[in-house]
């Protein structure tokens, strides 16, 4: 059985150091922004076992003139449970949590390997790729809501 519901930026971080930090330290897993009230912090409940996690922030990207932006960040799903669909479960429960909040565009920050995964998801890239020091290559990627 699957849940997913908002819960708080703590509990995101075991799946966020599994999928995203591997052997790095478990303070990587904090991202500024993680404590303010406008951030949501998503997760996908397997088993009643936390098993994915997506946090949105409210975060104005230059590259949009669109005035209601939200980021989406550490969207992780553990090893064993990709390719299960759960992923675009939480997509899906992101953008009907965002068009409650009217939100017009949903950014982010892609993983190569993801790029994939958000266009199948409704996303596009805008401008061209780019590296973050230790963690590699990506997009920004953009879905109008």
């Known amino acids: 059985m699957t849940t997913i519901k908002l819960i708080n930026a703590k509990a995101t971080y ?3 150091h599994s999928v995203l930090r591997k052997g790095k330290p478990i303070e ?3 991202f500024k922004g993680d404590m303010l009230p406008t951030t949501l912090h998503i997760g996908l409940f397997f088993n009643n076992k936390l098993s994915g996690v997506a946090t949105l922030l409210t975060s104005q990207n230059a590259l ?3 005035k209601n932006q939200y980021q989406l960040r550490g969207m992780a799903i553990l090893d ?3 390719g299960k669909g759960f992923g675009n479960l939480i997509i ?3 953008i009907a949590l965002l ?5 017009d565009i949903l ?6 390997v993801a790029k994939a995964f958000y266009i199948k998801n409704g996303f596009s890239t805008t401008g061209k790729p ?5 963690i590699g290559k990506h997009y920004i990627m953009q879905r109008s809501l």
Do not use: M, S
């Open 14 to 16: 075991p799946v966020r």
């Open 99 to 103: 068009k409650d909040k009217n939100c």
């Open 130 to 134: 780019f590296n973050i020091e230790g």
């Open 80 to 82: 064993k449970h990709q």
């Open 107 to 112: 950014w982010c920050n892609a993983r190569e």
């Open 28 to 30: 990587t897993c904090f």
């Open 92 to 94: 899906d429960f992101t």
């Open 64 to 66: 949009y003139t669109n």
